[in-house]
């Protein structure tokens, strides 16, 4: 080991490191010499937890989509919606993704100016079969649960390494600043992970308070919930 830090993230990542990339490791190497290299990769996954403990205590977990529709029909009722529900499109859509994988990324950044839906409705199957529904019920998984990103520090064991190699190309086509060759590398990336994820392998997490735009409303929305139990731990 060297005395790099052991978690390979956005944030710490140094010109040097790049530098030593580029010029010694080859893309078939890349993996190997990331694991020689670091134990884990800072990834985050942002939600709307009513209840933060369960991904402490739990982990992460792929969806379960009927688990997930009932909770949307509790809803349905505690709003007094009593229209149609046309469930079928929402679940062809996302049977064998939302249900098998979860999702990370590498850019927390990417929460606030690419898809801050995540934690603005909670999760991608609920705010389908919300726009499915009717318009106004976005607004209820709006308010329901606080925003946060969780920040985890993935080992490289619990990562399929063809998830890792796309890094490689990104660190030899980065250009400019170091702050642009980070943005370059590790904005719009995602680290799938297939299954159950430990919660021990959260960082940190934060609750986001910038303004965004929010492309299913077409308006800005700002969290006014800061805190929550976790974070006076
Ligand atoms: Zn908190």
Redesign the pocket.
Known sequence: MNNSPSVFAKKTLTKKELANIRKNVSRSNFVEWLKHNYHAIRCYHAARPTN?DLYFDNGFRPSDLQKSFASFEILLKEIGYKGPVDVQETMELFEGKSNRFIYFILDDYDFIDLAPHYWIYGSEFMLCLAQNTAYHIKEHLRNTGTP?IFACDIPFSEIDDRELLSLHDRILDATGTIEQMRNNIFSNYSIIIEGHLDGAYISG?A?PTARVYDAHDSRYYTNHTQ??S??AM
Do not use: D, K, P, S
């Open positions: 933060i946060t997490h609750h805190t929550c976790r974070c």
